[in-house]
């Protein structure tokens, strides 16, 4: 493994760092800490309790965000673009840092999903589930891997994941999220969601027979830092 990233100026890359039972506010302001050294830095976790994260320029005054707040669900802004998030007890989160100078960002990094995410991808079909990264659909505006942005991880015919990505002069940082669980009832009432595009449209690792283990974290850590780490 080499000791710089993109070139003699790059910053010095961080440790991967896999944690178990991090809440999503935390987590999200831990990326923040971690796109402003603007290093290579690769964070896993397993997230703890419920709560919805929004994309940087989503509005707080919409109509599925007063339903949140009804819920009793936290919510949480993050850097990265996109819309609304809900994030389950158990879900895999993973966050990526690369400098601007890295080879996998490039002109297209809006367009970087499959290259980026392509260690997800590799732990998906070692735990024994085929998976990619497609267009996100485009039928429900709030809730973010039904959105018209961005791509999602698709496995088996269904939206597993996706990410949000966030530009900065330094860096980019590329977030993700695998669901353990998915929750269509929430999902529909809360974000407009039709229930006939939950059912046909979503999945998760439990409903996929993936089962949960305490390594979890660290293999997928391992196969992201495979994807994007220098040689």
Do not use: K
Request: hydrophobic content about 45%.
């Amino acid at each position: 493994m080499s000791g710089r990233a993109g070139g003699s100026d790059a910053p010095t890359p961080g440790p991967t760092v896999v944690l178990d039972g991090v809440e999503v506010g935390e987590e999200f302001r831990a990326d923040e800490r971690l796109v402003r050294t603007g290093a290579l830095a690769i964070r896993v976790v397993r997230l703890r309790g419920r709560a919805v994260s929004i994309g940087a320029g989503m509005r707080l005054d919409v109509p599925s965000l007063d339903r949140v707040r009804g819920a009793g669900l936290p919510i949480v802004r993050r850097s990265s673009g996109g819309t609304a998030v809900l994030h389950e007890d158990g879900d895999l989160a993973w966050s990526v840092v690369l400098p601007r100078a890295h080879p996998l960002v490039g002109r297209d990094f809006v367009r970087a999903y499959a290259r980026i995410g392509a260690g997800v991808v590799r732990w998906l079909a070692e735990s024994g589930v085929s998976a990619d990264w497609v267009p996100a659909p485009g039928v429900a505006r709030d809730f973010c891997v039904l959105s018209a942005r961005g791509e999602v991880l698709r496995a088996v015919g269904r939206i597993l994941g996706g990410a949000a990505q966030h530009l900065t002069a330094g860096a980019l940082l590329h977030q993700g999220m695998v669901a353990r669980t998915v929750d269509r009832e929430a999902i529909t009432a809360l974000f407009d969601v039709a229930r006939s595009d939950a059912d046909r449209r979503l999945t998760s690792l439990t409903e996929l027979g993936v089962p949960t283990t305490s390594g979890d974290a660290r293999r997928l850590a391992d196969a992201i830092e495979a994807a994007v780490r220098p040689a």
